[in-house]
């Protein structure tokens, strides 16, 4: 197989870089790539079954990945999600394509194995690029995940269903109750596992500090567990999938996903390329005009499918467009269950090719969909519909929930966009200063948590003109963005600019190379929490150097008056505020740890610690309470603290003398 993978790796790299310098995703060049070396193509590729293994290896290795960034506890999170959200999907979507399919003069049973593969998306696809861009853990993309677990767990009982839909009489319903019996063992499993087993192995495992036998295990559990699974007649990916949820429950996950990427991404090209090489591209021009036709049918149906399905489960209609414009395409799992359809001749090659047509140009479509599937939700909530509907949209797009603020018009208010550490601190001191204010956040637990606390707090994007309206953002008086996103940051400050150029706009930044961006986009205020940090810092540091308090006042003004420019460079302008005679005395605090000695249980009249070490005694701490009120009785005691002044080695040679021996 040696030469198949030279020739496939050597012109994907050569695809790969050409597409990139017209920014195509890198997904179209490797199915480009497939289409090109595949039969269909040049027939540089004759291997296919060996790219079939290693595509499927790529598969396994990816839903592992996505196990290892999960858990269990957000699994159970978002088990309606799964069970409800993700059967109404797939049942709606094998309803529709039935109907239809029957009404175009298909037989019955042929049309339920046609709902059947619409049915399922690509997990490959979507999680990858949901993975690349940081969107697994977001409210969409974990009902995104929740869907496509369904659709992987429904594959199974879909390829036990087939070969009864091509008249063979099994009985499906046994086989059906094996199944669930299956399933179960591989939970409980998982479970023990997770809890007991794979922690404690991997622990010890670590302990030896060895990297080749730390990857060595993860590799086994993986395929480990996938195999189990297979053998229990459940797919590889699923059983990949619960492996990584193993792993995750323990400290050593995201090291794990470290290990496990670089081999990921190499095997799922090998995915994409075998996806690819199924395209007969003469086929689809001979066909273009009906293949387009059950194209834009199939795009149509499984968006408004999906959405309603998520918009059944409670979610807002803007996460259910979201999701729909996200697992729209048919899935790699579709191809296997179009093979076996094949096999007991449910469907004929004519309808095959149509099928891999469609398939692999959704598949094709689908990285630009999603890069634009937030735009195009808003879209459709903004188009031009009724009144009443864009009534009932606006009223529940973005999650929105107003609870808080009925009845309150909001005007010359503070908005947060982000409830994290620097919100909530903000909200707190706007609440004791009577400050007006509104919160938006996308957490939708800390939403609901602090809603029911009473906080003004609304779910939603700050950069959606909606959400905006909703707080009254041509009222505010100030706007503070206090998340780390710093691409979201500047989407939020210019959908603000565009409604209002009143509201003061300060922004939290991580880095101050990123002040010059958020001010030309229209922030008035940026603080980067790099500097302030620094700055926090040296100002402890002066203190500690007893440097006096103006002093230090006016060097910290200085540097933000002049956006950190002093920090930047080591040349500054004006006055240096750095230029101070350093003080060589220190503040300290001693704790007497002797019970007897030179200074210990004798009245400080008689010590004479000034005369003789050159230390000042300021204050005295005794069972808890703190006292400056000393005189020349006073006698130190076991325990005690007292707080000194004095030069260092004087300091040092007092220590010694009440310290631990």
Request: glycine share 6%; net charge neutral.
């Amino acid at each position: 197989m040696l030469p198949e993978i030279v020739v496939i790796f050597g012109l994907a790299t050569l695809v790969i870089l050409i597409f990139t310098r017209f920014k195509v995703p890198t997904i179209i060049g490797y199915l480009f790539t497939g289409a090109l070396a595949g039969p269909y193509g040049l027939s540089l590729v004759n291997a296919s079954t060996t790219v079939d293994v290693l595509s499927e290896i790529g598969v396994i290795l990816l839903l592992f990945v996505i196990g290892m960034e999960f858990s269990i506890k957000s699994l159970m999170s978002i088990k309606k999600a799964v069970f409800i959200g993700g059967s109404l999907q797939v049942g709606l979507t094998i309803l529709a394509t039935t109907v239809t399919s029957y009404f175009f003069g298909f037989d019955w049973n042929v049309a339920v194995f046609f709902g059947f593969l619409l049915a399922l998306s690509s997990t490959a696809i979507v999680l990858k690029l949901l993975q690349e861009t940081g969107q697994v853990n977001n409210l969409s993309g974990k009902t995104i995940l929740a869907i496509l677990i369904f659709q992987d767990i429904i594959i199974v009982p879909m390829m036990l269903v087939t070969p009864m839909l091509a008249g063979e009489s099994d009985n499906i319903l046994l086989s059906l109750l094996f199944m669930a019996l299956k399933g179960g063992l591989v939970i409980l499993i998982t479970f023990i596992s997770a809890k007991y087993l794979i922690p404690n192995l991997l622990y010890r495992i670590a302990k030896t500090r060895n990297e080749e036998l730390f990857l060595l295990s993860i590799i086994v559990i993986c395929f480990a567990v996938a195999f189990l699974t297979s053998l229990l007649g459940l797919s590889l990916g699923l059983g990949a999938f619960l492996a990584g949820l193993i792993i995750s429950e323990s400290e050593y996950s995201h090291h794990a996903t470290g290990k496990i990427l670089p081999f990921r991404e190499i095997f799922l090209s090998f995915f994409f390329v075998s996806v690819g090489m199924l395209f007969d591209v003469s086929f689809l021009f001979q066909n273009i005009e009906i293949i387009l036709g059950i194209f834009a049918m199939v795009l149509v149906y499984k968006f408004l499918l999906a959405a309603i399905a998520v918009r059944s489960i409670g979610t807002d209609f803007k996460e259910a467009f979201i999701v729909g414009f996200s697992i729209f395409q048919i899935g790699e799992f579709s191809l296997l269950l179009a093979q076996e359809g094949l096999k007991v001749e449910l469907i004929n090659q004519n309808y095959y090719q149509y099928f891999l047509a469609v398939s692999i140009l959704t598949m094709a479509i689908t990285p630009f969909i999603i890069k634009k599937r937030e735009w195009l939700a808003l879209k459709i909530l903004n188009a031009p519909l009724p009144q009443k509907l864009r009534t009932h949209l606006a009223s529940t797009s973005a999650g929105i929930s107003m609870a808080n603020m009925e009845g309150e018009e909001l005007s010359d208010h503070l908005i947060i966009v982000g409830y994290g550490l620097n919100g909530r601190n903000l909200s707190k001191a706007a609440k004791r200063a009577k400050i007006p204010y509104a919160i938006i956040e996308m957490n939708p637990e800390t939403v609901r948590v602090e809603g029911e606390k009473g906080e003004p707090i609304i779910y939603g994007d700050a950069a959606n003109d909606m959400v905006l309206h909703h707080v009254n953002i041509h009222l505010a008086r100030v706007v503070v963005i206090a998340i780390s996103n710093s691409d979201a940051t500047k989407s939020i400050i210019g959908a603000i600019r565009m409604q209002t150029q009143n509201a003061s706009i300060i922004v939290r930044t991580r880095y101050v190379n990123e002040i010059a961006a958020n001010l030309s986009m229209g922030a008035d205020e940026v603080i980067p929490e790099e500097f302030e940090t620094s700055i926090e810092i040296f100002t402890r540091v002066l203190n500690k150097y007893l440097i006096a308090k103006d002093d230090i006042e006016d060097f910290t003004e200085e540097v933000r008056s002049h956006n950190y420019e002093m920090f930047r460079s080591s040349q500054t302008n004006g006055r240096d505020k750095l230029n101070i005679d350093l003080p060589e005395i220190n503040f300290v605090s001693l704790k007497i740890a002797r019970d007897s000695g030179q200074y210990i249980n004798k009245p400080l009249k008689n010590l004479k610690i000034r005369e003789t070490l050159g230390v000042n005694l300021v204050a005295i701490k005794r069972e808890g309470s703190t006292s400056s009120q000393m005189d020349g009785d006073t006698k130190l005691k076991f325990g005690d603290v007292i707080y000194v002044v004095g030069k260092p080695e004087a300091l040092s040679q007092f220590e010694k003398e009440v310290g631990e021996k």
